[in-house]
């Protein structure tokens, strides 16, 4: 039995954005998975509100069950209820991150003049943790952290997108080791990354509740 060679890449359509390269010392990047990490300065003002809108609205919603184990999932109807300057200011920097993860892939600018965000929030408390888990439906994701303190887990933790890459045990496959890195969360770190990239959360362990915001582009 032969190999069958694969089909060759057609070109793009005229105004297709086209894949950027990625050369690191001779060798090509293949199908990289972008995760930006950004720790945006001077967030106090703005963390502190974020934690008392969200810790007030906990009180008066229910919360959803999605990936959560034990915390508070609320409604992703953050940004609207939110209102401004605080919906328009995390909104911005939330697009402004990927579109600079976005950059890394493709050449030219992504057309977004019919994108939205939406938001929710999420509070652990001692013990509660977030089930590996993916967000359908929209290319980039992503998470910023209003209050967490460090050195008491949370951390986000992401999975090879390539089920086919640890499939082999062998002593020259990194995948198993190198490719399941994993963040710790501190107040006014954003990380944006590709919605299909399955992530979950650690448990949470201190008194102090772990409020992130979790971000979808749609």
Request: aromatic share 8%; proline share 13%; charged share 15%.
């Amino acid at each position: 039995m032969t190999d069958t060679p694969a089909p060759p890449t057609p070109p793009a359509t005229p105004g297709a954005l086209r894949p950027k390269p990625l050369i690191h010392q001779g060798v090509m990047l293949a199908f990289p998975t972008p995760i930006a990490v950004h720790q945006y300065p001077d967030t106090e003002a703005l963390n502190a509100h974020l934690k008392q809108f969200v810790l007030d609205w906990k009180q008066q919603e229910p919360g959803q069950h999605r990936s959560n184990v034990g915390g508070w999932h609320g409604p992703d109807s953050l940004l609207p209820k939110l209102g401004e300057p605080y919906a328009g200011q995390l909104a911005q920097m939330f697009m402004g991150l990927a579109r600079h993860a976005f950059s890394t892939l493709v050449e030219g600018e992504p057309q977004l003049t019919q994108a939205r965000v939406e938001a929710w929030a999420n509070v652990n408390e001692r013990g509660d943790t977030n089930a590996p888990h993916v967000h359908p439906g929209c290319p980039w994701s992503g998470v910023y952290y209003v209050s967490a303190d460090p050195g008491t887990g949370g951390r986000i933790v992401f999975t090879d997108p390539r089920p086919a890459a640890i499939m082999t045990h062998h002593a020259m496959s990194p995948w198993q080791t190198t490719n399941s890195p994993s963040i710790e969360p501190k107040p006014g770190l954003m990380v944006v990354f590709p919605s299909f990239l399955y992530h979950a959360v650690e448990p949470h362990d201190s008194d102090e509740p772990r409020i992130s915001l979790a971000f979808n582009l749609r």
